[in-house]
């Protein structure tokens, strides 16, 4: 990126290497590249949760977004960049979860072949979705393989663009349309938050969402709210650089399980982020029984953890109006109804 | 309703009494009247559920409406037209469920006091449900009152206008806004579908959807979808007459289990619906669990008749392409989970 393309009053962040570092400028142009690959998800509340909450909620709920995730939104912008001349090779990307999903989807929509790498014990719903979006799945071995390895075999082989999960400029801009959505969407209800909260496992959501809803709020304050044990981004957010995950944690919210913030991420969230939140695995259970008696919300555990954040205390009690992004609705029927029966 | 208020080419359909007969018209003008007080809700769908149904299906997803269900329009419309001076004395209904509920909000979202006539023995989330929009509760016991003598009491005693649950033609034109709301959001995804399929108890949401999606496809068939043993339209539309259910019928649909049509309303159904379709419970059972699994959507037993249709085969094999409205989601935690599970 040069300074040319960025906009006056936006933060002077440098990504490591050369990619451009994101801005809210490209997260307009994802919007526009986007448009028609993804859908416009609800931006919902309850006076019943109102009350229990002791504040105003409005919930984002890209569960609703197809493949069950906003994943889809920056893989559609990251595939929708591929070169003409790179896009025969089509695409690799390894997640066993949201992600896969997002990737294969995308890539379908935009006519490029997609192999994702996913544990070859990944669960056959999972499996089973991405290959109904028409991509080749390539399992391995997770005690014996490398996903890495086998993506960048992969990529050299065919020819193929590798499509990382949040440690990519145009996978941060693609994941703040989220941001631009709520933004309008808010204006349109007449209503000004006080806040907005993210889950966050590497950072691509919140990155590119606090770049979008402070384009139109320039003071907004934006949290990025994890599950106990897995809470480097409140840490790294603390020191100042990079901290991992010690490795030690247990939660249910599968997917947030990265083991530390982003390259490209943690700049950005330096710089726009009020803090990190971190909940307890019952916080989630209890959000995810509110939103479906409330909300008639399918939030899965990873999902829920912003939400768990506003119903909980952990987010500051001033806070009167938040938006919570609600960020996939992937969880199997057996675990929802534990949760549901407590 | 005179007949210069009727557009050409619209059935001369006339109800008993002298209510105006809903008409086309009537769901314009609800929808310009209740804009504002209730939610646009997405219209939904899933390449994953599609191939499983072996057609396109398309979910209008009415669960997502403020208080859960559709109700919230046809209250909304019918509250609103009520003149000023007669406002001071508020509103009376007999429910013991998403109408109570959708009074209740519509009620306070206009600003007139409501009371709810509801069995004593109701489930305590709905009692609570329809309190926490500020409705004062009139418990009855089912054995020994008339819920309807009790209702007409209070209306006498405090002049407060009875809202009926659909037959009225401001019900079945409010409820109609969701017809309205399917025709503009398929025409932008640049579809155009064979058919609508609309739950049924009443027929106050299928005959305002048939009015409102045919006077943009005047030739679309719209189906009214049962639970067995409560199919009293799919019957009277065959009789041509008002035939009631023998009272033998069980089924868990407990939003879809009224007696017989609506005066107001089979005159409506008669001039513009295809025909009845009739599901069982395991049916709507299984729509709930792949509503869950594809869409993310909490569904009610009673909202997911019409899914249920486009699913089990009900729906004639030619109909490749269906709008399935979703009429509510207000289902506890203990039964969804044992449906979910099976």
Redesign the interface.
């Known amino acids: 990126m040069t300074s040319a393309q960025m906009k006056p009053g936006e933060p002077d962040i440098r990504a490591a290497g050369d990619e451009p570092v994101p801005t809210a400028a490209m997260v307009h142009d994802a919007a526009e590249r986007i448009a028609g690959l993804v ?1 416009e ?2 931006l ?1 509340n ?3 949760l109102d ?1 229990i909450a002791g504040r105003r909620i409005l919930v984002k ?1 890209e ?2 977004q ?1 493949t ?1 995730s906003f994943k889809l939104r920056g893989a559609s912008n990251r595939i929708a960049v591929i070169p003409e001349d790179h896009r025969g090779g089509g695409v690799v990307a390894y997640s066993s979860g949201n992600h896969a999903q997002g990737v294969a989807a995308a890539a379908s929509r935009l006519g490029l072949p997609a192999i994702i790498v996913m544990p070859a014990d990944a669960p056959a ?1 999972k499996l089973d ?1 991405t290959r ?2 028409g991509a080749e799945v390539r399992p391995y071995d997770r005690q014996n393989e490398s996903r890495e390895e086998i993506g960048q075999q992969l990529a050299r082989e065919r020819g193929a663009t590798l499509v990382k999960p949040y440690d990519d400029p145009y996978i941060v801009a693609g994941q703040g349309t989220v941001g631009l959505e709520i933004a309008r969407q808010a204006a349109a209800m007449g209503i000004r938050p006080d806040a907005v909260v993210c889950s966050c496992s590497g950072g691509g959501l919140v990155s590119g969402t606090a770049l979008a809803v402070r384009d139109t709020w320039p003071d907004m304050a934006v949290y990025a709210s994890e599950p106990a044990g897995f809470d480097d981004i409140a840490r790294s957010l603390a020191a100042g650089e990079r901290v991992a995950n010690d490795g030690t944690g247990d939660s249910f919210c599968d997917a947030l399980l990265a083991p530390m913030p982003g390259e490209v991420t943690l700049p950005v969230m330096r710089h726009t982020l009020a803090g990190g939140l971190v909940v307890t695995d019952d916080d989630v259970a209890e959000a995810m ?1 509110l939103a ?2 409330h ?4 939030i899965e555990p990873g999902g829920a953890v912003a939400l768990a954040a506003a119903l909980s205390g952990k987010l500051p009690k001033e806070v009167e109006t938040v938006v919570c992004v609600a960020s996939g ?2 969880v199997d ?2 675990l ?3 949760i ?2 407590g």
Chains 1, 2 share one sequence.
């Not at 909300?295 to 399918?298: C, Q, R, T």
Request: proline share 6%; glycine share 10%; net charge positive.
């Open positions: 859908r998800t609800p919902l309850a006076p019943s009350r709920a569960s609703l197809i069950g719903v979705a109904a979006w029984r479906f008696a909300l008639k919300l399918v609705g992937n029927g057996a929802f109804s534990r549901l029966t």
